[in-house]
């Protein structure tokens, strides 16, 4: 179960004129690669958004790709499959492709997944393409089904009222983590795999709590997934998130690790009139909070004007 949330990330393509090669620039990064050709990209420098490029783009195109993201790396809010959506969009609007936002996501998925290698799931990448709060169910075998809830508005303005976004700044590395479960899952009478199944039921019930209305049994199973969470492995546990919680016990009522855990942002549900004072005691400890603002549209791309000659070479300079 899956929240879809008003943190952006920003990917334009300008194709240029043949021979003008290819540039790759993170703003969030300040840092940049650029190349003959696609082929001459050097290995190390932006190796993820060049995973992109290698897929998606024909050979002999010359092009500009810069990226900027409102989400701090290692926040575990989905940043890098949000990264991942948006550069495909962005690829498949400058090259004339449509996609279905869910095609978008699964290819975008497979170029991490399989052509990177980087390990991990789906669900951020489906979150970013689709929006809003959807059920997403995994078949045995592959293969992901989405289905978006059926809220009344009443209840989506409870959970933005009373919800806030932390980031504690203590940033994950996700991979590492995602390889942490998947050894563990293999060992003799790991809790990994009792832990998964009750991830799985929390997630069902949370559903069929937010359907109803039901905040108490959301608040519930909120809390539920985020223990469960932390019995996955023990590197995804988090003793900073446990101390803001144990901290501002007195101004919510669930909580919930964002990502593979181990640090990054945490969801937090305020008590009844105490939102204003759970997010300035978090600030006082050092976190950043953004309120929790729901995001529908999905992905989407726009036409804008092409980069100037004078721009253009200004990011190369940069990348060097």
Same mark, same amino acid.
């Given at each position: 179960?899956?929240?879809?949330?008003?943190?952006?990330?920003?990917?334009s393509? $300008?194709?240029?004129?043949?021979?003008?090669?290819?540039t790759?620039?993170?703003? $969030?990064?300040?840092?940049?690669?650029?190349?003959?050709?696609?082929s001459?990209?050097?290995?190390?420098?932006?190796?993820?958004?060049?995973?992109?490029?290698?897929?998606?783009?024909?050979?002999?195109?010359?092009?500009?790709?810069?990226?900027?993201?409102?989400?701090?790396?290692?926040?575990?809010?989905?940043?890098?499959?949000?990264?991942?959506?948006?550069?495909?969009?962005?690829?498949?609007?400058?090259?004339?492709?449509?996609?279905?936002?869910?095609?978008?996501?699964?290819?975008?998925?497979?170029?991490?997944?399989?052509?990177?290698?980087?390990?991990?799931?789906?669900? $951020?990448?489906?979150?970013?393409?689709?929006?809003?709060?959807?059920?997403?169910?995994?078949?045995?075998?592959?293969g992901?089904?989405?289905?978006?809830?059926?809220?009344?508005?009443?209840?989506?303005? $409870?959970?933005?009222?009373?919800?806030?976004?932390?980031?504690?700044?203590?940033?994950?590395?996700?991979?590492?983590? *995602?390889?942490?479960?998947?050894d563990?899952?293999?060992?003799?009478?790991?809790?990994?795999?009792?832990?998964?199944?009750?991830?799985?039921?929390?997630?069902?019930?949370?559903?069929?709590?937010?359907?109803?209305?039901?905040?108490a049994?959301?608040?519930?199973?909120?809390?539920r997934?985020?223990?469960?969470?932390?019995?996955? *492995?023990?590197?995804?546990?988090?003793? +900073?998130?446990?101390?803001?919680?144990?901290?501002?016990?007195?101004?919510?009522?669930?909580?919930?690790?964002?990502?593979?855990?181990?640090?990054?942002?945490? +969801?937090?549900?305020?008590?009844?009139? *105490?939102?204003?004072?759970?997010?300035?005691?978090?600030?006082?400890?050092?976190?950043?909070?953004?309120?929790?603002?729901?995001?529908?549209?999905?992905?989407?791309?726009?036409?804008?004007?092409?980069?100037?000659?004078d721009?253009?070479?200004?990011?190369?300079?940069?990348?060097?």
């Amino acid at each position: 179960m899956n929240f879809a949330i008003n943190r952006h990330v920003f990917a334009s393509v $300008d194709r240029l004129s043949a021979g003008n090669g290819v540039t790759i620039y993170s703003e $969030d990064l300040r840092q940049g690669v650029t190349a003959d050709s696609i082929s001459a990209l050097p290995e190390g420098r932006l190796d993820f958004l060049q995973g992109f490029i290698r897929r998606l783009v024909p050979q002999d195109e010359s092009i500009l790709l810069v990226t900027e993201s409102d989400v701090p790396a290692g926040a575990g809010l989905g940043g890098s499959g949000a990264l991942g959506v948006a550069v495909v969009a962005a690829l498949d609007h400058a090259f004339g492709r449509v996609r279905t936002p869910s095609e978008t996501a699964q290819v975008a998925n497979d170029i991490e997944r399989k052509d990177l290698g980087y390990p991990g799931g789906s669900q $951020d990448s489906f979150a970013a393409a689709l929006g809003g709060i959807n059920k997403l169910e995994y078949t045995k075998g592959g293969g992901v089904t989405h289905q978006p809830l059926k809220i009344s508005n009443d209840t989506l303005m $409870d959970l933005e009222q009373n919800s806030l976004m932390i980031y504690t700044s203590e940033a994950h590395v996700s991979g590492n983590i *995602h390889q942490d479960i998947l050894d563990s899952y293999g060992t003799e009478d790991s809790p990994t795999f009792s832990a998964l199944v009750s991830l799985r039921v929390a997630a069902d019930l949370m559903v069929t709590a937010l359907e109803c209305g039901d905040m108490a049994g959301y608040i519930d199973n909120l809390n539920r997934s985020c223990e469960n969470l932390y019995r996955l *492995h023990a590197s995804c546990d988090s003793s +900073v998130h446990r101390k803001y919680c144990r901290d501002l016990e007195e101004h919510i009522l669930g909580r919930k690790t964002c990502g593979a855990g181990g640090g990054g942002g945490m +969801v937090v549900y305020t008590r009844p009139g *105490h939102r204003r004072a759970c997010l300035l005691r978090a600030q006082e400890m050092g976190a950043v909070v953004w309120p929790l603002t729901l995001d529908f549209k999905g992905v989407s791309t726009w036409p804008s004007e092409s980069t100037q000659k004078d721009v253009v070479e200004s990011i190369r300079a940069r990348c060097r």
